[in-house]
């Protein structure tokens, strides 16, 4: 799979040819969308950090786009998982330097995705955001190394929001605690989306958790 994506205006700085940056920003849309959706996050990011937006590999409908097909909601097959993961890891190892840090921003499937980074390559990702989303069942390779280091992690879901099943609700809010050092938000009245107090909160989270990253 060959991803596209749309990058900020300070993305160059990233690229292998050029001393590395030491951490970029991924957005990843979630089901049915495009790599448009999440750039309203940018503003979120710390001054000077670069992002790019990925165009996840599968078309569902004309424009419209997927990381892959839902066939037990809250709970996907783990090899379609896998190959959207390694679909995003290989754009990676093109796009920049192996010394750079992966910041993923992941909203419902999206969020899946992001989580997927951090459990694939621990030590390649720092503060990732996981809005709307989930974990997968399925044991990961960085599962056991997670559990020693437990990174920071935010997760925001809408108190009202019923597209995630259940299921996969619960067992994200099992995992995230024993693999990580969970900001954890629930916001009253908000569905499956995202609003200002989440936003706020995004923003709040990455300026700390950025803050000794030298941009």
């Not at 957005?27 to 950090?49: C, K, N, Q």
């Not at 993961?85 to 192996?98: R, V």
């Not at 559990?147 to 995630?164: E, L, Q, Y």
Request: hydrophobic share 45%; charged share 20%; glycine share 8%.
């Amino acid at each position: 799979m060959t991803l596209h994506a749309i990058t900020s205006s300070g993305w160059a700085d990233a690229s292998p040819a050029t001393d590395a940056a030491p951490a970029v920003a991924l957005f990843l849309h979630g089901f049915g969308s495009h790599e448009r959706d999440l750039i309203a996050l940018a503003p979120a990011l710390p001054a000077g950090v670069p992002w790019a937006s990925l165009r996840a590999p599968l078309e569902v409908q004309p424009q419209r786009f997927a990381w892959f097909h839902i066939t037990r909601p809250g709970n996907p097959d783990p090899a379609v998982v896998a190959e959207a993961t390694d679909a995003i890891w290989e754009w990676a190892d093109a796009a920049l330097s192996p010394e750079t840090r992966i910041v993923p921003i992941g909203f419902s499937q999206g969020g899946l995705m992001a989580s997927q980074l951090l459990r694939t390559a621990p030590d390649r990702v720092l503060a990732p955001v996981i809005l709307g989303g989930f974990v997968q069942a399925a044991p990961q390779p960085g599962d056991a190394r997670l559990r020693d280091t437990r990174p920071a992690v935010f997760s925001g879901r809408g108190a009202d929001d019923h597209v995630i099943a259940a299921a996969a609700v619960e067992r994200t809010d099992a995992w995230l605690p024993t693999h990580s050092t969970p900001t954890d938000r629930r916001y009253p009245g908000l569905g499956h989306g995202i609003d200002s107090r989440e936003f706020a909160d995004v923003r709040d989270f990455l300026a700390e958790q950025l803050a000794a990253v030298d941009r």
